[in-house]
């Protein structure tokens, strides 16, 4: 009787120990290549080294979510930006500051880089609207985009709080007033883009109140809005405020969604940037200039960018710009904050960052 090891058979010493895969690690455990237990909000190899723990925005998105955003990102936007130079440099640069914050190693060379490539964009941008702009505004849509997602991806800079800032007003903002404009003239700017017939079926959603996800919404909008029409009757010029205030309750009322088969809550990012692509110059020039009401419709905007906390690209911008607001707030107005800041410390997004 042959008692040596079938041919197929390895010796035990040999053996690989399996265990289970870690799919859905943190970034952190990722990075390290050990193994992750995918506990929320901190794994405890994080916990225990005492490290920033943060997983990929993809591993909260569910797998019916992600078929909705593959198509544009991979068989869309990748043509676009093969034919448009302005439009490649700044999904390059983007990727280059995501880079930066996953290696900390490389962080000054893919920031510099980053920043190189936004400013070769910027210029490419300026000089497609000089020309010709209504015969690509897909790309200048598309580029748009890339500079806000840029904006957010350099974190967090003294002085600099996305919207205004310390010094002059940010150049993207300057450049998307240009885009809007064209995007309004060309309807058609993003199905030159996103053709209709390629898009999949949408799962199955239905609307949801915000008030179920932020608690105190409406009695805080209402109260703003009194208060804004309070001053208005006393000082026309409290109008130019009806507007972001109008935009930031219907953003909020579009933002949420309740996935049928799972019962879960969809958070519909889109619509939270469409607050910041809607905004008009005056209101922006009021920012600028931090007038106290500006600041106070901006705090209560924190509140619906803090549910996507968790994107790599927007952690640490909410409590960047509500340190800033509270600082540059007239007393008179700090009541106006109790509501935003609450509801930013006991927001899901923010508890599950």
């Given at each position: 009787?042959?008692?040596?090891?079938?041919?197929?058979?390895?010796?035990?010493?040999?053996?690989?120990?399996?265990?289970?895969?870690?799919?859905?690690?943190?970034?952190?455990?990722?990075?390290?290549?050990?193994?992750?237990?995918?506990?929320?909000?901190?794994?405890?190899?994080?916990?225990?080294?005492?490290?920033?723990?943060?997983?990929?925005?993809?591993?909260?998105?569910?797998?019916?979510?992600?078929?909705?955003?593959?198509?544009?990102?991979?068989?869309?936007?990748?043509?676009?930006?093969?034919?448009?130079?302005?439009?490649?440099?700044?999904?390059?640069?983007?990727?280059?500051?995501?880079?930066?914050?996953?290696?900390?190693?490389?962080?000054?060379?893919?920031?510099?880089?980053?920043?190189?490539?936004?400013?070769?964009?910027?210029?490419?941008?300026?000089?497609?609207?000089?020309?010709d702009a209504s015969s690509n505004p897909g790309a200048l849509w598309v580029a748009s985009m890339m500079l806000c997602f840029c904006s957010?991806?350099?974190?967090?800079?003294?002085?600099?709080?996305?919207?205004?800032?310390?010094?002059?007003?940010?150049?993207?903002?300057?450049?998307?007033?240009?885009?809007?404009?064209?995007?309004?003239?060309?309807?058609?700017?993003?199905?030159?883009?996103?053709?209709?017939?390629?898009?999949?079926?949408?799962?199955?959603?239905?609307?949801?109140?915000?008030?179920?996800?932020?608690?105190?919404?409406?009695?805080?909008?209402?109260?703003?809005?009194?208060?804004?029409?309070?001053?208005?009757?006393?000082?026309?010029?409290?109008?130019?405020?009806?507007?972001?205030?109008?935009?930031?309750?219907?953003?909020?009322?579009?933002?949420?969604?309740?996935?049928?088969?799972?019962?879960?809550?969809?958070?519909?990012?889109?619509?939270?940037?469409?607050?910041?692509?809607?905004?008009?110059?005056?209101?922006?020039?009021?920012?600028?200039?931090?007038?106290?009401?500006?600041?106070?419709i901006l705090a209560h905007y924190l509140v619906l960018l803090s549910q996507l906390e968790g994107y790599w690209y927007i952690h640490g911008?909410?409590?960047?710009?509500?340190?800033?607001?509270?600082?540059?707030?007239?007393?008179?107005?700090?009541?106006?904050?109790?509501?935003?800041?609450?509801?930013?410390?006991?927001?899901?997004?923010?508890?599950?960052?």
């Amino acid at each position: 009787m042959n008692d040596s090891p079938r041919p197929t058979e390895a010796p035990s010493y040999l053996a690989r120990k399996t265990h289970r895969k870690s799919r859905l690690g943190c970034l952190e455990c990722k990075r390290r290549r050990v193994k992750c237990d995918e506990t929320h909000p901190a794994c405890n190899n994080c916990t225990r080294r005492s490290t920033p723990c943060n997983y990929p925005v993809s591993n909260a998105t569910s797998p019916r979510e992600r078929p909705r955003k593959v198509p544009m990102w991979r068989d869309h936007i990748p043509k676009v930006a093969f034919k448009h130079n302005y439009v490649a440099q700044l999904i390059l640069a983007f990727s280059a500051l995501h880079l930066a914050r996953e290696d900390r190693s490389r962080e000054a060379v893919c920031v510099a880089r980053s920043t190189a490539l936004e400013s070769a964009a910027i210029s490419g941008m300026m000089d497609a609207l000089s020309k010709d702009a209504s015969s690509n505004p897909g790309a200048l849509w598309v580029a748009s985009m890339m500079l806000c997602f840029c904006s957010f991806g350099k974190g967090p800079q003294p002085g600099q709080y996305l919207v205004y800032s310390e010094t002059r007003e940010p150049e993207w903002l300057g450049l998307l007033q240009g885009v809007k404009t064209i995007s309004e003239t060309s309807p058609n700017a993003i199905s030159s883009v996103i053709p209709t017939s390629d898009k999949p079926v949408a799962e199955r959603t239905e609307p949801m109140s915000p008030e179920q996800v932020v608690p105190g919404l409406g009695k805080a909008l209402d109260d703003l809005r009194s208060s804004v029409d309070a001053f208005r009757a006393e000082d026309p010029s409290f109008e130019k405020y009806l507007h972001p205030l109008d935009e930031l309750r219907n953003c909020f009322g579009s933002a949420f969604e309740r996935r049928i088969d799972s019962n879960s809550i969809k958070i519909c990012s889109h619509m939270v940037f469409a607050w910041l692509y809607r905004l008009e110059e005056h209101y922006l020039a009021t920012l600028q200039a931090k007038r106290p009401m500006a600041l106070v419709i901006l705090a209560h905007y924190l509140v619906l960018l803090s549910q996507l906390e968790g994107y790599w690209y927007i952690h640490g911008w909410v409590p960047h710009i509500m340190e800033a607001v509270k600082r540059q707030l007239h007393p008179a107005y700090q009541q106006w904050l109790q509501w935003p800041q609450s509801s930013i410390l006991t927001s899901p997004a923010a508890s599950a960052a």
